[in-house]
């Protein structure tokens, strides 16, 4: 089964996700975004999700997580939760 740790922020709107994305693409760092501005409980622990397999998460989510580079931000991705923004780190 095919598995996956990622990293992400989760908020409300695709213009904070947007603004959040701009900062990070300047050089902000993803986990200090994230305890800042992520709606997750995982923002305690820098937006870390841990490891998880595929189908764990909603499809969105989980397309960006399988399919798209490894250490990339992506997003925003919208699911039935918010707008996500995701930094896959690891993929088996």
Do not use: W
Request: proline share 3%; hydrophobic share 35%.
């Amino acid at each position: 089964m095919a598995r996956a740790s990622a990293y992400h922020i989760l908020v409300k709107t695709k213009e904070e996700a947007l603004k959040i994305k701009q900062k990070l693409d300047k050089g902000a760092n993803f986990q200090e975004m994230a305890k800042k501005h992520s709606t997750c409980p995982s923002r305690k622990k820098g937006g870390d999700l841990g490891e998880f397999n595929r189908g764990d998460m909603v499809k969105a989510f989980d397309d960006v997580v399988f399919k798209k580079p490894l250490f990339e931000v992506h997003g925003p991705v919208k699911t039935k939760f918010g707008f996500h923004l995701i930094k896959t780190v690891y993929r088996s």
